[in-house]
């Protein structure tokens, strides 16, 4: 048998030894591993994951085209450390698959054609489709363990433009289920120019930009991040290949090239087509049915910046506002004909060539037909003057006093805004609850029942100002007698401004400012912020801008001040505007609770459980069919096991045990402990529910701890990894 890496040899035989003689030891020499705590492979027997070295990258070293169309790429396998592996799974542990493909940019277009397709019928009635696909039934050359020559079975035609930017890629997987680690992804891709010089690929998003919605961990082992077809395809650089123009689905008829694909995918139920009663739908392999009419993209849809990063480095980014057409515009907007111009001003579009023409990358106003126009966001207009709401100090509010804030209300150029405009035309309120060991119990006084653990005062017409615009409102609710610790003041402003005024476009809309809060001591004790759980920021990269009940609240520091362990939405569900909610107890809505019912969305049909709160103006708001957007290694989304995304700091793994215990009259345990709640809010069935009560004393609590915490044998983060 032949080693030619000697170094990692020595180390993966010696490691084989000691597990063989049942050591747990690391071997002398052994090198830390790279695998962070999201990976199973963390949690291995220390000389398993030295033999085995989990992990997987594809490289390509070079491409090759001959003039018969004979088409090579040598390329490596390796793991994290960069040893080559053995492809049949040998010489190094762990048999690797590996998949090609090829493509190139035909001169004059922008988009890949793949060399290689099929024709596919559908399941129902006959209608066959053409399918960009790879290539199979090519051969392997071993340069050495890890290096490998492939050529591909397909040539490519006679009087192909070896010019023309062309494009291979790989993408393979290694099954290492026999140790228990899993299966490991990877993929890649190679740009090169046959007859040679520079390659000028499509290059509009990055995979970067995709990965903060649908997994934005990097692991050694790729655990986690854009995923399809079984979780081998990983970018999209790679998907760009086969989902182009020319690839159909012949059950539905609908295209799946990329830019038509992807912008219906996430813009899903607010498709004129889906609301108009036809569901978007495309029928995969196996006949599987994945029917995206559900969907709401977690930003404003029209927040095309999202995944069209103008910073995210690609060659063509800014492609989206300088190349309008009617493939990528339609996709969205699929109400509008081209042929007939029906909703399209009653303009038809026999091409693409005139569309830069009424569709310049921004205009001279807001809303008008301009692509930046055309997708303003009203609350971000940037006709809006802005409101910079901040909390300078806070002064008084020891136990059984009334705190006095000072506070500025700033545009975004700095002049003061006056209280009478908030008074006539809008709102700006403070709250305060405490301490800030956990929120929900304290109790400002008898008229605040409606605002259990907080109270919240509207101080625009009782704030004192100066001619700097620096005010001071002094809380008519006191700090309750007694009190001790460190509370909390939050703030929320909003006003309303019309739009493009004196046109046909104008509008009015209400803005709001960033939620600030602060702290301040009741007792005289060091001052000691909430504990952070999540980060508004990691909220942000789904949502792009969290905001919530009319843009108000917008910040989690302030949310959980409401969201608190005493709260339902006791105050709206007699006034429901559904009958079946008035039938029903009141929900919770406490911020953990609530936030991982949310996202377990259509996840918790699988527990024959809803999620539905009753709202402002009696509303029904069921989170049933939320489509958590994370990933699973093998491409599904849904992936609640992905706590990192949402939590700050491992707070996954600090649990909440004693603190205030959460009012839950829906829940099958009525008041939960914290930790309960939080976890049973996604581990739905009942026997989880059982099993935590089991675990918990009358007297002492919850033991969670003893079982979960870091390094017990099932810690909560060992036990979502890789999942």
Known sequence: MRFPFSGKTVIRTAALVALAAGSVVLVNGARKTPFSKHELAAYADPNLVQYVQPGLSISVVSANVATDGTVTVDYKLTDPNGAGLDRSGIVTPGAVSTSFLIAYVPKGQSQFTSYISRTVTAAVGGATAVQATGDSGGTYTVVSTGEYIYKFNTKLPSGFDSSASHRIGIYGSRNLTQWSLGTNYADTTFDFVPAGG????????????????????????????????????????????????????????????????????????????????????????????????????????????????????????????????????????????????????????????????????????????????????????????????????????????????????????????????????????????????????????????????????????????????TCTYTFKHAVPAGSTGTFIIGGEARLSATLNPGTTTAQTVQYAAKNPVTYFSVDGSKVAARRQVVATANCNNCHSYLEVHGGLRNQVEYCVICHNPSNTDFTMRPNSKTAADKALPNQAINFALMVHKIHTGENMTEFGQTYTIVGYGGSHNDFSDVRYPAMSPTGSTGDTAQCYMCHANNSEAVFPIGKNPVTDPQGLMNPAPATTSACTACHMKMSATAHAAANTDPKYGESCDVCHAAGAEFDVQKMHAGK
């Open 198 to 469: 520079k390659p000028s690929p499509r290059d509009v998003v990055r995979t970067a930009d995709c990965n903060k919605c649908h997994g934005s961990l990097a692991t050694s082992t790729g655990a986690n991040g854009l995923a399809a077809h079984g979780g081998s395809r990983r970018s999209v650089e790679l998907c760009i290949m086969c989902h182009t123009p020319q690839t159909t689905d012949p059950d539905t008829g609908n295209t799946v090239d990329f830019k038509v694909f992807i912008h219906k995918l996430h813009a899903g139920s607010v498709l004129p087509s889906v609301q108009a009663g036809t569901p978007y739908q495309i029928i995969g392999f196996g006949n599987a049915v994945s029917d995206w009419s559900t969907v709401n993209f977690p930003a404003d849809v029209r927040r095309c910046e999202v995944c069209h990063n103008p910073k995210n480095g690609a060659a063509q980014t800014t492609a989206w506002i300088s190349n309008p057409n009617r493939a990528a515009c339609g996709s969205c907007h699929d109400n509008v004909n081209f042929a007939s111009g029906l909703n399209h001003v009653n303009l038809p579009q026999v091409d693409d060539k005139q569309c830069t023409q009424c569709h310049i990358p921004q205009g001279e106003l807001e809303f008008d037909a301009s692509i930046r126009g055309a997708h303003t966001i009203p609350d971000q207009s940037t006709q809006i003057g802005g409101i910079n709401f901040a909390i300078l100090k806070v002064t008084g509010g020891t136990a059984g006093t009334a705190p006095t804030v000072t506070f500025t209300t700033k545009d975004n150029s700095g002049t003061p805004i006056p209280m009478s405009k908030f008074a006539s035309g809008g709102s700006l309120s403070l709250s305060m609850s405490g301490p800030t060991t956990d929120f929900g119990t304290t109790n400002f006084g008898s008229d605040t029942t409606s605002t259990p653990g907080y109270v919240t005062e509207s101080i625009a017409a009782g704030a004192n100002c100066g001619g700097d615009g």
